[in-house]
């Protein structure tokens, strides 16, 4: 019998494209809405996953090192994205993800449960239908 990680490691294309699938899921029927709902979910993504971040790796990291800067300034970025221009929920989203791709690459404080790639991908997905959503 597999293990929860040795399933995850043989099936992580699969799950990519499943979260990927389930993300243009969600967000396409939206599209025609558009309202100002769109951009609060969109940064409210973005602090949860910042904030999640920083607590599970709150004793592991630098209290004021380069990985807490960066999500500090994800976190920012969702929320002056609020306040001034859903472009800047954009570049965060964006952002995230390179983030979690720079983080496959053995960067930062490593997380056993966090897919870094599926985040990447995921977000990166996200990131372009907000793209496609704030250009109409």
């Known amino acids: 019998m597999l293990s929860f990680s040795e399933f995850l490691r043989q099936k992580q294309h699969l799950l990519i494209s499943a979260c990927a699938l389930y993300l243009t899921l969600v967000m396409v029927p939206q599209m025609p809405l558009a309202g100002p ?3 609060l979910v969109a940064a409210a993504f973005s602090i949860f996953v910042n904030l999640t971040y920083l607590a599970k790796t709150h004793g592991r990291r630098a209290p004021l090192g380069p990985e807490t800067l960066i999500a500090s300034v994800l976190i920012c970025g969702g929320v002056l994205g609020l306040v001034t221009s ?7 989203i964006f952002a995230q993800g390179i983030w979690h791709l720079i983080r496959r690459l053995q960067h ?3 997380l056993k449960s966090l897919n870094t790639l599926g985040c990447f991908v995921v977000e990166t997905s996200y990131g372009l239908v907000l793209l496609v959503l704030f250009l109409r």
């Open 86 to 92: 859903p472009a800047l929920i954009v570049v965060t």
């Open 108 to 110: 930062g404080v490593p």
């Open 37 to 39: 709902h769109i951009w």
